[in-house]
């Protein structure tokens, strides 16, 4: 297991940004690291990911095209930009990593990922 450490979250109105921040110990090239978010009443779903290996990501399909993931590696931190943002996109978010894992793909499974941060909250409203 590894330690990770959220931060970045909380209240934007619709349509505004936010930029996640998930800071790591320096990773080798077998971990995938994932956002996950879960709102309350809701299971917890996968959002992004990103290969520290490939440096192939993948997204939900509910965020394509207005979440970006990325991975600076000489910071050890994985960003989560979150633009034009919804009311369906308030949640705790996470970030969580797969050890050992190559690529990254949906679905992601939670169980797969043996590592999470504490979560950092996501609030969007008027």
């Known amino acids: 297991q590894v330690q990770l450490v959220e931060s970045g979250g909380g209240l934007v109105q619709p349509g505004g940004s936010l930029r996640l921040s998930c800071a790591t110990p320096a990773l080798t090239v077998n971990y995938v690291v994932a956002w996950f978010r879960q709102a309350p009443g809701k299971e917890r779903e996968g959002v992004s990911c990103?290969?520290?290996?490939?440096?192939?990501?993948d997204y939900a399909d509910s965020v394509k095209g207005r979440f970006t993931i990325s991975r600076d590696n000489a910071k050890n931190t994985v960003y989560l930009q979150m633009n034009s943002l919804r009311p369906e996109d308030a949640a705790v978010y996470y970030c969580?990593?797969?050890?050992?894992?190559?690529?990254?793909?949906?679905?992601?499974?939670?169980?797969?990922?043996?590592?999470w941060g504490q979560g950092t909250q996501v609030i969007v409203s008027s």
């Open positions: 990103v290969s520290i290996g490939t440096g192939n990501t």
């Open positions: 969580a990593a797969d050890f050992p894992a190559r690529i990254c793909s949906f679905p992601l499974n939670p169980a797969n990922f043996g590592s």
